[in-house]
Protein backbone atom coordinates (compact mmCIF):
# COMPACT_ATOMS: atom_id res chain seq x y z
CA UNK A 1 0.00 0.00 0.00
CA UNK A 2 1.48 3.49 -0.81
CA UNK A 3 -0.83 6.20 -0.02
CA UNK A 4 1.67 8.60 -1.12
CA UNK A 5 1.31 7.47 -4.68
CA UNK A 6 -2.16 7.23 -4.32
CA UNK A 7 -2.47 10.54 -3.48
CA UNK A 8 0.25 11.99 -6.41
CA UNK A 9 -2.00 10.14 -9.06
CA UNK A 10 -5.11 12.06 -7.99
CA UNK A 11 -3.50 15.25 -7.71
CA UNK A 12 -2.08 14.75 -11.26
CA UNK A 13 -5.27 14.15 -12.32
CA UNK A 14 -5.85 15.74 -16.22
CA UNK A 15 -7.83 15.41 -19.19
CA UNK A 16 -11.65 16.76 -20.28
CA UNK A 17 -13.76 15.11 -18.46
CA UNK A 18 -15.18 15.09 -14.55
CA UNK A 19 -13.40 12.06 -13.91
CA UNK A 20 -9.57 10.53 -14.81
CA UNK A 21 -10.14 7.57 -14.91
CA UNK A 22 -6.95 6.27 -16.00
CA UNK A 23 -5.94 8.29 -12.39
CA UNK A 24 -8.64 6.85 -10.64
CA UNK A 25 -7.65 2.95 -11.47
CA UNK A 26 -3.35 4.43 -10.43
CA UNK A 27 -4.92 5.99 -6.89
CA UNK A 28 -7.13 2.60 -6.12
CA UNK A 29 -4.58 0.16 -7.01
CA UNK A 30 -1.57 2.07 -5.34
CA UNK A 31 -4.08 2.42 -1.99
CA UNK A 32 -4.63 -1.42 -2.24
CA UNK A 33 -2.14 -4.59 -1.94
CA UNK A 34 -3.28 -6.95 -4.70
CA UNK A 35 -2.82 -10.06 -2.47
CA UNK A 36 -1.83 -13.37 -3.50
CA UNK A 37 -2.99 -15.17 -6.36
CA UNK A 38 -1.10 -18.33 -6.14
CA UNK A 39 -3.12 -21.02 -6.83
CA UNK A 40 -2.29 -24.55 -6.78
CA UNK A 41 -3.23 -27.24 -8.76
CA UNK A 42 -5.74 -28.46 -6.26
CA UNK A 43 -7.39 -24.75 -5.60
CA UNK A 44 -7.85 -24.11 -8.90
CA UNK A 45 -9.75 -27.27 -9.51
CA UNK A 46 -11.48 -26.47 -6.42
CA UNK A 47 -13.14 -23.46 -8.23
CA UNK A 48 -13.73 -25.07 -11.20
CA UNK A 49 -15.71 -27.69 -9.28
CA UNK A 50 -17.80 -25.46 -6.97
CA UNK A 51 -19.09 -23.52 -9.40
CA UNK A 52 -20.05 -26.53 -12.05
CA UNK A 53 -21.48 -28.59 -9.08
CA UNK A 54 -23.43 -24.57 -7.77
CA UNK A 55 -25.22 -24.74 -11.71
CA UNK A 56 -25.97 -28.05 -11.28
CA UNK A 57 -27.65 -27.78 -8.07
CA UNK A 58 -29.18 -24.66 -8.46
CA UNK A 59 -30.72 -25.82 -11.88
CA UNK A 60 -32.51 -28.75 -10.13
CA UNK A 61 -33.61 -26.98 -6.51
CA UNK A 62 -34.48 -23.84 -8.17
CA UNK A 63 -35.97 -25.29 -11.78
CA UNK A 64 -34.40 -22.82 -13.64
CA UNK A 65 -32.42 -23.10 -17.12
CA UNK A 66 -29.39 -21.08 -17.26
CA UNK A 67 -25.77 -21.49 -18.34
CA UNK A 68 -22.72 -20.06 -16.62
CA UNK A 69 -21.38 -16.62 -17.99
CA UNK A 70 -18.74 -16.79 -20.61
CA UNK A 71 -16.48 -15.18 -18.60
CA UNK A 72 -14.85 -16.72 -14.92
CA UNK A 73 -12.54 -15.64 -13.50
CA UNK A 74 -10.07 -15.97 -10.01
CA UNK A 75 -8.73 -12.73 -9.58
CA UNK A 76 -6.67 -10.34 -6.75
CA UNK A 77 -7.40 -6.79 -5.68
CA UNK A 78 -6.01 -4.98 -8.62
CA UNK A 79 -7.77 -7.08 -11.53
CA UNK A 80 -10.81 -6.20 -9.82
CA UNK A 81 -10.23 -2.84 -9.69
CA UNK A 82 -9.52 -3.39 -13.59
CA UNK A 83 -12.40 -4.81 -14.27
CA UNK A 84 -14.98 -2.59 -12.48
CA UNK A 85 -13.60 0.67 -14.04
CA UNK A 86 -15.76 0.24 -17.02
CA UNK A 87 -18.70 0.16 -15.36
CA UNK A 88 -18.11 2.86 -12.33
CA UNK A 89 -17.29 4.87 -16.07
CA UNK A 90 -20.54 4.00 -17.61
CA UNK A 91 -22.70 5.25 -14.52
CA UNK A 92 -20.86 8.35 -14.42
CA UNK A 93 -20.37 9.19 -18.65
CA UNK A 94 -23.95 10.96 -18.59
CA UNK A 95 -22.68 13.37 -15.98
CA UNK A 96 -19.63 14.22 -18.12
CA UNK A 97 -21.88 16.38 -20.30
CA UNK A 98 -22.06 19.47 -17.18
CA UNK A 99 -19.51 21.54 -17.24
CA UNK A 100 -18.21 23.28 -13.33
CA UNK A 101 -16.84 26.54 -12.64
CA UNK A 102 -13.28 25.13 -11.32
CA UNK A 103 -12.73 21.99 -13.88
CA UNK A 104 -9.47 21.06 -12.45
CA UNK A 105 -10.76 21.26 -8.66
CA UNK A 106 -14.04 19.26 -9.57
CA UNK A 107 -11.95 16.91 -11.74
CA UNK A 108 -9.33 16.07 -8.69
CA UNK A 109 -12.26 16.02 -6.07
CA UNK A 110 -14.20 13.42 -8.00
CA UNK A 111 -11.09 11.28 -9.15
CA UNK A 112 -10.37 10.62 -5.61
CA UNK A 113 -14.00 9.95 -4.51
CA UNK A 114 -13.68 7.30 -7.33
CA UNK A 115 -10.08 5.88 -6.12
CA UNK A 116 -11.24 5.70 -2.31
CA UNK A 117 -14.40 3.91 -3.56
CA UNK A 118 -12.96 1.29 -5.72
CA UNK A 119 -10.38 0.75 -3.29
CA UNK A 120 -12.35 0.09 -0.72
CA UNK A 121 -14.77 -2.22 -2.41
CA UNK A 122 -11.47 -3.90 -4.03
CA UNK A 123 -10.59 -4.62 -0.02
CA UNK A 124 -13.84 -6.12 0.49
CA UNK A 125 -15.79 -7.55 -2.51
CA UNK A 126 -15.42 -11.46 -2.38
CA UNK A 127 -17.28 -12.65 -5.68
CA UNK A 128 -18.86 -10.71 -8.16
CA UNK A 129 -21.60 -11.53 -10.81
CA UNK A 130 -21.52 -9.13 -13.70
CA UNK A 131 -24.02 -8.64 -15.76
CA UNK A 132 -22.39 -5.78 -17.88
CA UNK A 133 -24.98 -3.17 -17.56
CA UNK A 134 -25.15 0.13 -20.02
CA UNK A 135 -22.29 -2.19 -21.82
CA UNK A 136 -22.30 -2.64 -26.01
CA UNK A 137 -22.34 -6.34 -25.28
CA UNK A 138 -24.31 -8.80 -23.55
CA UNK A 139 -21.64 -10.69 -22.54
CA UNK A 140 -21.93 -11.65 -18.49
CA UNK A 141 -19.14 -12.20 -16.35
CA UNK A 142 -17.98 -13.83 -12.95
CA UNK A 143 -15.76 -12.90 -10.45
CA UNK A 144 -13.62 -14.70 -7.54
CA UNK A 145 -11.40 -12.02 -5.59
CA UNK A 146 -8.93 -14.59 -4.08
CA UNK A 147 -7.46 -12.64 -1.27
CA UNK A 148 -10.68 -10.85 0.42
CA UNK A 149 -12.18 -14.48 0.40
CA UNK A 150 -9.13 -15.90 1.69
CA UNK A 151 -8.74 -13.28 4.03
CA UNK A 152 -12.55 -13.08 5.33
CA UNK A 153 -12.59 -17.31 5.88
CA UNK A 154 -9.65 -16.57 8.36
CA UNK A 155 -11.61 -13.74 10.15
CA UNK A 156 -14.49 -15.86 10.50
CA UNK A 157 -12.42 -18.75 11.55
CA UNK A 158 -14.18 -20.84 9.14
CA UNK A 159 -12.97 -23.87 6.59
CA UNK A 160 -11.34 -21.61 3.65
CA UNK A 161 -12.59 -24.46 0.58
CA UNK A 162 -16.01 -24.20 2.73
CA UNK A 163 -16.38 -20.88 2.42
CA UNK A 164 -14.98 -20.33 -0.91
CA UNK A 165 -17.79 -23.11 -2.45
CA UNK A 166 -20.37 -20.90 -0.30
CA UNK A 167 -19.52 -18.10 -2.37
CA UNK A 168 -19.34 -19.66 -5.08
CA UNK A 169 -23.19 -20.74 -4.72
CA UNK A 170 -24.07 -17.15 -3.98
CA UNK A 171 -22.95 -15.92 -7.14
CA UNK A 172 -24.36 -18.43 -9.57
CA UNK A 173 -27.09 -18.49 -7.84
CA UNK A 174 -27.00 -14.83 -9.23
CA UNK A 175 -26.42 -16.08 -12.60
CA UNK A 176 -29.55 -18.34 -12.23
CA UNK A 177 -31.37 -15.41 -12.39
CA UNK A 178 -29.83 -12.92 -15.27
CA UNK A 179 -29.95 -16.77 -17.12
CA UNK A 180 -33.67 -17.15 -16.62
CA UNK A 181 -34.24 -13.73 -17.37
CA UNK A 182 -32.83 -12.17 -19.96
CA UNK A 183 -34.79 -9.57 -20.35
CA UNK A 184 -33.69 -8.41 -16.33
CA UNK A 185 -30.12 -6.18 -17.83
CA UNK A 186 -32.53 -4.36 -20.25
CA UNK A 187 -35.22 -3.49 -17.02
CA UNK A 188 -32.52 -2.63 -15.06
CA UNK A 189 -30.36 -0.57 -17.37
CA UNK A 190 -33.06 1.62 -18.59
CA UNK A 191 -34.25 2.72 -15.13
CA UNK A 192 -30.55 2.96 -13.94
CA UNK A 193 -29.94 5.48 -17.20
CA UNK A 194 -33.47 7.38 -15.93
CA UNK A 195 -32.11 8.21 -12.39
CA UNK A 196 -28.61 9.47 -13.36
CA UNK A 197 -29.90 11.38 -16.37
CA UNK A 198 -32.70 12.94 -14.06
CA UNK A 199 -30.00 13.29 -11.63
CA UNK A 200 -27.38 15.40 -14.10
CA UNK A 201 -30.85 17.83 -14.31
CA UNK A 202 -30.93 18.23 -10.35
CA UNK A 203 -33.69 15.66 -9.74
CA UNK A 204 -34.97 12.68 -8.62
CA UNK A 205 -36.72 10.67 -10.80
CA UNK A 206 -38.41 8.78 -7.95
CA UNK A 207 -40.78 6.09 -10.29
CA UNK A 208 -37.61 4.58 -11.83
CA UNK A 209 -35.25 5.10 -8.28
CA UNK A 210 -38.42 2.88 -6.92
CA UNK A 211 -38.72 0.57 -9.55
CA UNK A 212 -34.43 -0.13 -9.45
CA UNK A 213 -34.77 -0.41 -5.81
CA UNK A 214 -37.54 -2.66 -6.02
CA UNK A 215 -35.85 -5.16 -8.88
CA UNK A 216 -32.78 -5.27 -7.07
CA UNK A 217 -34.66 -6.68 -3.56
CA UNK A 218 -36.33 -8.98 -5.58
CA UNK A 219 -32.59 -9.92 -7.51
CA UNK A 220 -31.24 -9.90 -4.03
CA UNK A 221 -34.14 -12.12 -2.12
CA UNK A 222 -34.34 -14.51 -4.58
CA UNK A 223 -30.33 -15.22 -4.73
CA UNK A 224 -30.55 -15.91 -1.25
CA UNK A 225 -33.35 -18.22 -1.20
CA UNK A 226 -32.16 -20.33 -3.98
CA UNK A 227 -28.79 -20.49 -2.87
CA UNK A 228 -30.06 -21.50 1.02
CA UNK A 229 -31.97 -24.37 -0.59
CA UNK A 230 -29.18 -25.57 -2.60
CA UNK A 231 -25.85 -25.11 -0.72
CA UNK A 232 -25.29 -28.87 -0.05
CA UNK A 233 -23.76 -28.08 3.39
CA UNK A 234 -24.37 -27.08 7.07
CA UNK A 235 -24.29 -23.32 6.63
CA UNK A 236 -25.91 -21.39 9.78
CA UNK A 237 -22.77 -20.99 11.24
CA UNK A 238 -21.94 -19.22 7.82
CA UNK A 239 -24.58 -17.19 7.81
CA UNK A 240 -24.21 -15.76 11.38
CA UNK A 241 -20.72 -15.17 11.64
CA UNK A 242 -21.34 -12.90 8.12
CA UNK A 243 -24.01 -11.04 9.27
CA UNK A 244 -22.27 -10.19 12.44
CA UNK A 245 -19.08 -9.26 10.28
CA UNK A 246 -21.65 -7.42 7.62
CA UNK A 247 -22.33 -4.81 10.90
CA UNK A 248 -19.14 -4.93 12.44
CA UNK A 249 -15.82 -2.89 11.07
CA UNK A 250 -14.24 0.32 12.23
CA UNK A 251 -15.87 3.96 11.96
CA UNK A 252 -13.74 4.33 8.52
CA UNK A 253 -15.77 0.99 7.19
CA UNK A 254 -19.35 1.84 8.63
CA UNK A 255 -18.72 5.37 7.07
CA UNK A 256 -17.71 3.72 3.57
CA UNK A 257 -20.84 1.25 3.85
CA UNK A 258 -23.24 4.36 4.42
CA UNK A 259 -21.70 6.26 1.59
CA UNK A 260 -21.84 3.35 -0.44
CA UNK A 261 -25.47 2.07 0.55
CA UNK A 262 -24.35 -1.40 1.61
CA UNK A 263 -26.87 -0.98 4.46
CA UNK A 264 -29.53 -0.22 1.86
CA UNK A 265 -28.03 -3.66 0.07
CA UNK A 266 -28.04 -5.56 3.40
CA UNK A 267 -32.08 -4.39 3.86
CA UNK A 268 -32.50 -5.23 0.19
CA UNK A 269 -31.50 -9.12 0.90
CA UNK A 270 -33.28 -9.05 4.16
CA UNK A 271 -36.84 -7.83 2.59
CA UNK A 272 -36.11 -10.00 -0.40
CA UNK A 273 -35.24 -13.05 1.56
CA UNK A 274 -38.52 -12.87 3.81
CA UNK A 275 -40.74 -12.41 0.69
CA UNK A 276 -39.49 -15.40 -1.45
CA UNK A 277 -39.59 -17.67 1.84
CA UNK A 278 -42.84 -16.78 2.22
CA UNK A 279 -43.91 -17.50 -1.20
CA UNK A 280 -41.55 -20.72 -1.34
CA UNK A 281 -43.80 -21.60 2.26
CA UNK A 282 -46.72 -21.01 0.36
CA UNK A 283 -46.05 -22.58 -2.81
CA UNK A 284 -42.23 -23.80 -3.42
CA UNK A 285 -39.26 -22.67 -5.22
CA UNK A 286 -40.51 -23.05 -8.88
CA UNK A 287 -43.42 -20.99 -7.55
CA UNK A 288 -41.08 -18.02 -6.68
CA UNK A 289 -39.29 -18.55 -10.25
CA UNK A 290 -42.14 -17.49 -12.15
CA UNK A 291 -40.61 -13.79 -11.07
CA UNK A 292 -38.59 -14.12 -13.68
CA UNK A 293 -40.75 -14.83 -16.42
CA UNK A 294 -41.43 -11.35 -17.45
CA UNK A 295 -41.11 -7.94 -16.41
CA UNK A 296 -44.69 -7.90 -15.00
CA UNK A 297 -44.53 -10.79 -12.91
CA UNK A 298 -41.71 -8.42 -10.57
CA UNK A 299 -43.66 -7.87 -7.22
CA UNK A 300 -44.35 -4.15 -6.77
CA UNK A 301 -42.74 -2.53 -3.42
CA UNK A 302 -46.66 -3.10 -1.69
CA UNK A 303 -46.34 -6.34 -2.72
CA UNK A 304 -42.64 -7.19 -1.13
CA UNK A 305 -44.70 -6.91 2.50
CA UNK A 306 -47.72 -9.00 1.10
CA UNK A 307 -46.40 -12.13 -0.45
CA UNK A 308 -50.06 -13.35 -1.02
CA UNK A 309 -50.68 -10.44 -3.12
CA UNK A 310 -48.05 -11.58 -5.39
CA UNK A 311 -49.63 -15.01 -5.41
CA UNK A 312 -52.55 -14.08 -6.10
CA UNK A 313 -51.42 -12.33 -9.21
CA UNK A 314 -49.32 -13.32 -10.88
CA UNK A 315 -51.07 -17.28 -11.00
CA UNK A 316 -54.42 -15.92 -12.46
Excluded at 217 to 235: H, I, K, P, R, S
Amino acid sequence: MDLFRSAQAVAGSQGDGIVDWTAVAAAAKAATPSGDLDLSTEEQQGYRTDVREARDRLRSVGEVEFDLPETIEIQNRHHWIDANIATFRRVVEPLEEQSTMFPGVSRAVNTGTMAVTLGFLGRNVMGQYDPLLLADTDSHSLYFVRPNIQRVAEQLAVDYPRFRRWIAFHEVAHAAEFGAAPWLPGYLEDRMQAVVTDLTEGSLNREAYKELNTAMTAVEGYAELLMDQAFDEEYVDLRAKLDARRKGGGPFVQLMRRLLGLGMKRQQYERGAEFFEAVADARDIAAASAVWEKPENLPTDEELDSPGRWLHRVEK
